[in-house]
């Protein structure tokens, strides 16, 4: 495949020498002049394990060229990499002007060459820089430019290894054609790829760095509590991470409400408390609750935003299959709807107000002292409220969504989905 990538920074010159290494004719495209002449002479303009070998090799065997000149480079391809730098602004967001100014460039070359070509957004941006792309090749290049987004997941020190050996493949776009382009690129590697459209692929990118830099925060919080508390942290760690069912695994990585129960708050809160003895600053694990809490807020709004008085909630306890109510983030969602003056009914199967002892009902006591005024022995009862939350999935409640004509917000789903109402002027679906 011909291709050209412009921008031959990091994630530039390492794509570009691993894909002429997989056979494909390379022209790599650069403002820097300097950067041009050394890959030209077969070396490579960044230090990084094995990249000066796979250049040179690629100059070697004619398939990779360097040049200041894009619309000489766009002639001989049908794909086109962006990989220039997207560097922050002291305000942590984005600077796309780099961005802007290498699409602007690519659109007016491909308008001049009367040219189709796919482009490929490889620089790390979010949607919405990806949505101004779009609009400069839609208005300087119009029809020319099929864009579509693939995410690199590069580590300085092993970009070679994690370019040919990565955990998946992120492929952007919105048409058959260009996905099939981009699968036969990739063909040779053993990875999966998965297909989305540009805007999902972009936020892959950002969801996982947010979660290794968590990790990293995570570790460190928990290894400055065991060493004040005379604990080998490595030790705990090691026994952490052989837990693949749940620690190390998919497993609470979907979206979805908050969470709850008579394990999770409890011990957050203990950990937090531990270090305060230690006097020690855990920030990362101490705004765990904050922004649990802040889940359930939205929740909120999103029944005051209906405009609506009359609620159904369907669901109390902590998670379905149980009636733990402890630490319900429902039954505080419930409480904060009370407060405001809401009317509320609830229905939940598991949850029989008569049965409620011990610890349970002591709780409920304190947060919902006439919980068995509002709770409905069967859905049916739910058919007057004006809108319907949906907590958990009980027997039936499929078939009560389908007729109803309450506004429904689904926990379920994220973002919180609102269907059969119009919100701030506008109908959500």
């Known amino acids: 495949m011909n291709i050209s990538i412009v921008g031959l920074g990091y994630v530039g010159a390492v794509s570009a020498a691993c894909l002429a290494d997989m056979g494909n004719c390379v022209w790599g ?50 794909l086109c990499f962006v990989a220039v730098a997207t ?7 984005i600077d796309p002007a780099h961005l802007f100014r290498a699409c602007k460039q690519i659109a007016t070359a491909l308008a001049r060459l009367g040219k189709n070509q796919i482009v490929v957004i490889r620089s790390s941006v979010l949607p919405s820089i990806f949505d101004s792309c779009r609009a400069i090749f839609e208005s300087t290049a119009p ?47 053993s990875a999966p790829i998965f297909v989305l459209e ?11 760095n947010a979660f290794h830099a968590l990790k990293v925060s995570f570790a460190n919080e ?6 004040h508390a005379n604990v080998d942290a490595e030790a705990v760690m090691n026994v952490f991470c052989s837990d693949t069912k749940l620690n190390i695994s998919p497993r609470y990585l979907m979206p979805g409400f908050a969470f709850g129960g008579s394990c999770l708050p409890k011990d957050v809160r203990a950990i937090l408390h531990a270090g305060k003895e230690f006097d020690l600053q855990l920030p990362l694990i101490a705004s765990v609750l904050m922004s649990n809490e802040q889940v359930i807020e939205r929740a909120f709004r999103k029944v ?16 379905s299959d149980t009636d733990d109510l402890r630490e319900s983030p429902f039954v505080e969602l419930a409480e904060r709807l009370l407060g405001k003056g809401y009317g509320l009914s609830i229905y939940d199967p598991n949850v029989i107000a008569a049965r409620l002892t011990g610890a349970n009902k002591e709780y409920i006591d304190g947060v919902i002292p006439h919980l068995s005024r509002l709770l409905v022995g069967s859905l049916d009862e739910l058919r007057d409220a004006e809108v319907l939350i949906v907590g958990h999935r009980f027997e039936g409640v499929a078939e009560l969504l389908e007729k109803t004509r309450a506004a429904v917000i689904d926990l379920h789903a994220y973002p919180t989905e609102t269907r059969n109402a119009t919100l701030e002027g506008e109908l959500v679906v």
């Open 87 to 93: 560097p922050s602004r002291a305000n942590g967001q």
């Open 143 to 189: 029809g020319l430019v099929e864009l579509c987004a693939n995410p690199e997941f590069l580590r300085e020190g092993t970009a070679i290894s994690d370019f040919e050996e990565p955990p998946f493949t992120v492929i952007g776009t919105y048409t058959p054609a260009a996905e099939q382009t981009l699968r036969s690129l990739y063909a040779q590697q």
């Open 222 to 227: 928990i290894a400055a509590v065991c060493q």
């Open 29 to 78: 495209v650069d403002i820097n002049a300097e950067k041009v002449r050394i890959i030209n002479d077969g070396c490579s303009p960044i230090v990084e394990n094995g990249l000066g070998d796979k250049i040179a090799r690629g100059r070697l065997a004619q398939r990779l060229c360097a040049t200041v000149d894009i619309e000489q480079a766009l002639r001989e391809t049908e």
């Open 198 to 208: 540009p805007r999902e692929a972009l936020m892959v990118k950002y969801a996982s």
């Open 304 to 319: 005051r935003a209906t405009g609506k008085r009359r609620i159904g909630l369907i669901g109390l306890s902590f998670k």
